[in-house]
């Protein structure tokens, strides 16, 4: 399955880093999302995007800034985070009825030491 | 909001017998109700959906009811494989537009062989 293509797959940074993980679907649609996936909350939505504008933030700290340039492309750029920030992060597309499927990118396995 | 509660968080069967995942939602507006699979280190990916404008749907092993009165529908899943052993997510989706899925917290299901 390659509609949603996420990377890096996997990713170790320190505290002090910044990195970015890129989301890309290739199903022409026009909402895209992030979710968390750790043992705590399984799957825990982060932002919301529709026809590039953000339009749901779900309390999330500003260590973590999403970017989206295009409908096709969804970034997520991470700053000075915590251990607990390791998680699986998803990215989802969905093109724009409420009764269509929506699908996940494979996920970026974070890690934060 | 739309919240979703989901029920058993883990669940056993030997193999060959039937399982059901239970989920309940919070707004009588939603109208779409999917059931996702993810197996250990992979996406979640849809597996069954049903609408609100049917109460039940069947496909080979798995089919998924829906009471809209009382608010709930389940995942079912006869004669059980290994391969089945995987967590499943319910999800139901309140607006119309691009707004996304709101989850249940998972049931991980073992098929003991």
């Known amino acids: 399955e390659t509609g949603v293509t996420q990377t890096p797959r996997h990713l170790v940074m320190g505290m002090t880093n910044k990195k970015s993980l890129k989301c890309e679907q290739h199903l022409g649609h026009n909402a895209m999302y992030w979710y968390k996936q750790s043992a705590k909350k399984p799957l825990e939505l982060m932002f919301v995007?529709?026809?590039?504008?953000?339009?749901e933030n779900n309390s999330v700290p500003s260590r973590f800034s999403p970017e989206c340039p295009n409908s096709s492309h969804l970034f997520l750029h991470l700053h000075t985070l915590q251990p607990e920030d390791s998680a699986l992060y998803l990215c989802?597309?969905?093109?724009?009825?409420?009764?269509?499927?929506?699908?996940f990118g494979p996920g970026t396995r974070l890690t934060v030491l | 909001g739309e919240n979703v509660e989901q029920h058993p968080s883990t669940l056993s069967v030997q193999e060959g017998d039937s399982a059901v995942i239970k989920c309940t939602y919070s707004?009588?507006?939603?109208?779409?109700f999917p059931w996702y699979k993810q197996e250990l280190g992979k996406r979640p990916q849809l597996i069954i959906d049903i609408r609100s404008n049917v109460g039940e749907k069947k496909d080979q092993r798995i089919a998924v009811t829906l009471n809209k009165t009382a608010k709930h529908f389940s995942l079912h899943i006869t004669e059980t494989q290994p391969e089945d052993s995987a967590v499943y997510f319910c999800?139901?989706?309140?607006?119309?537009?691009?707004?996304?899925?709101?989850f249940g917290k998972g049931t991980r299901l073992s098929v003991i062989a």
């Open positions: 989802a597309s969905k093109r724009d009825s409420s009764t269509d499927t929506q699908y």
């Open positions: 995007y529709n026809f590039k504008e953000q339009t």
């Open positions: 999800a139901a989706i309140f607006y119309s537009g691009n707004t996304p899925l709101v």
């Open positions: 707004d009588s507006a939603s109208n779409y």
